[in-house]
């Protein structure tokens, strides 16, 4: 078995369960740590070994952690990284088939969850529950059930991938939820911004005070470097939050 010190958790994983959150799973704590600061109960949905969700427990960004995964394994090794650290009180972790399997009490101010990004036949999802989620029913479910386990202005942070689906999938989807309000898809800020055609125009024509100052190569390399960018890291927020009555 391997394991991952984020500070003081030792977090126990076994290859086949890792889906991205020992990678770019890791941009959630800048993110986090920008958006919400500290909030007192985070979940991770799809949490497979917990990656995502013991890191931000260790980084101070919540005091109590719930995790949710459909895979025993993963619920089994989760399971052992909460022993093994003494975090019996604070950490909570569920084998569940979407939130169909979560007691009503849990209740969360953040889900996170690098979910299964792609579109597919059944027979893939079963071959890997990590990768496909078919016909988007993975998604469906949870937007519509995650509404009863957030508290009252509680949010719900999923990372997601171009080359699965576009951002306006998941506002669409989301904008059917009547206790849920989408709120924005967004980069990390990895990278700095993109320059945008208006950008390019604007240097071209002399107008803009920031690209003047900058040279045309200097434009070029910021071209390069975005379009190698959204080729290589096609990884997306997508934010969502309870509405308020
Ligand atoms: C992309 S992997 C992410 C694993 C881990 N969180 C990471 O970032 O490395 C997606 C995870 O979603 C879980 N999953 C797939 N279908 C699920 C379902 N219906 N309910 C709960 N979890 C599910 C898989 O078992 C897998 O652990």
């Known amino acids: ?31 986090v740590r920008r958006l919400f600061g ?4 985070i979940c991770e ?20 952690l719930t995790l949710i995964d459909i895979n025993p394994e993963a619920v089994r090794i989760a399971r052992k990284t909460v022993a093994e650290n003494g975090l019996k009180t604070e950490v909570r972790v569920y084998l569940s088939d979407g939130l169909s399997n979560v007691p009503e009490s849990e209740k969360w101010d953040l889900v996170v969850s690098n979910p299964p990004h792609f579109d597919g036949k059944y027979r893939d999802y079963v071959e890997d529950v990590r990768v496909y989620d078919p016909k988007w029913e993975i998604h469906s479910r949870f937007y519509r059930d995650v509404p009863a386990h957030l508290k009252s202005g509680g949010s719900v942070l999923f990372y997601e991938n171009l080359y699965g689906a576009r951002p306006s999938l998941w506002e669409k989807m989301i904008g059917k939820q009547k206790d849920l ?22 240097y071209i024509k002399g107008e803009h005070g920031y690209m003047r100052k900058s040279s045309p190569q200097k434009l070029v390399v910021k071209t390069l470097l975005h379009a190698s960018f959204l080729v290589y890291y096609p990884y997306y927020f997508v934010w969502s939050k309870k509405r308020e009555k």
């Open 1 to 31: 078995m391997l394991h991952v010190n984020y500070r003081n958790i030792r977090v126990f994983y076994l290859p086949h369960l890792e889906g991205g959150g020992l990678t770019f799973g890791q941009d959630y704590i800048k993110v």
């Open 38 to 41: 500290k909030v007192d109960h």
């Open 45 to 64: 949905f799809g949490a497979g070994p917990g990656f995502i969700g013991f890191s931000l427990l260790a980084n101070g960004l919540c005091k109590r």
């Open 181 to 202: 309000k989408y709120i924005k898809s967004f980069r990390s800020r990895r990278f700095g911004n993109m320059p945008r055609a208006s950008d390019v125009t604007k």
